[in-house]
T-cell receptor, first 119, second 107 residues
């Protein structure tokens, strides 16, 4: 079975750095694009960017370019989403999702990672 | 960018009711539209691809139709487990865009 397993919830302070992960299994990780999707509290879905783990080709949605970094490690079948300096407005659940082969929609999703802030 | 607008944003219906959710694209997108279901605290789940293709394991009471700019997701007989938020997403052009969601509540 295809599985995407994400790292656990994080509680951070503004200005801190963070990297969350998404480990794929049950399929050829290097031949499917993996996306990151943000869901702010009580809101809809925002596509942040997408990476092809086979060659690390990465595309960012305009709103997120320069705000986050997406990467992947083929050797561990893991994709990453990274912030250098978090803002309180980054509070959200972040999902990774596998893009369907040859189609730009998402056929398998991780369980989500909550990023929250402490004062 | 192709905007996708869902309506209504919220609906409340009884078990057994027929429910219809609409999604309108800002320009023609052929059948490059999918529907997801998201239950509270869970990840979205792909229900329907290419506007009308039911994914494996999805109950047959769900169906999708439409082409061009107008699309619908229909639940023929609403069940308690269908309480969720439903999203459409267009994949005709980048950036990929999602509708704002329709929350379905069981009366």
């Amino acid at each position: 079975d295809v599985q995407l397993v994400q790292s656990g919830a994080e509680v951070k302070k503004p200005g801190e750095s963070l990297r969350i992960s998404c480990k794929g299994s049950g399929y050829s990780f290097t031949t499917y694009w993996v996306a990151w999707v943000r869901q702010m509290p009580g809101k809809g879905l925002d596509l942040m960017g997408i990476i092809y783990p086979g060659d690390s080709d990465t595309r960012y949605s305009p709103s997120f370019r320069g705000q986050v970094t997406i990467s992947a490690d083929k050797s561990t079948s893991t994709a990453f989403l990274q912030w250098d300096s978090l803002k309180a407005s980054d509070t959200a659940v972040y999902y990774c999702a596998r893009r369907a082969f040859n189609y730009e929609y998402f056929d398998s999703w991780g369980q989500g990672t909550l990023v929250a802030f402490s004062s | 960018d192709v905007q996708v607008t869902q309506s209504p944003s919220f609906l409340s219906a009884s078990v057994g009711d027929k429910v219809i959710i609409a999604c309108r694209a800002s320009r023609a997108i052929s059948n490059y539209l999918v529907w997801y279901q998201q239950k509270p605290g869970k990840a979205p789940k792909l229900l329907i691809s290419a506007a009308s293709t039911l994914q494996s394991g999805v109950p047959s009471r769900f169906s999708g139709s439409g082409s061009g700019t107008e699309f619908t997701l229909t639940i023929s007989s609403l069940q308690p487990e269908d309480s969720a938020t439903y999203y459409c997403q267009q994949f005709a052009s980048s950036p990929l865009t999602f509708g704002g969601g329709t929350k379905v509540e069981i009366k």
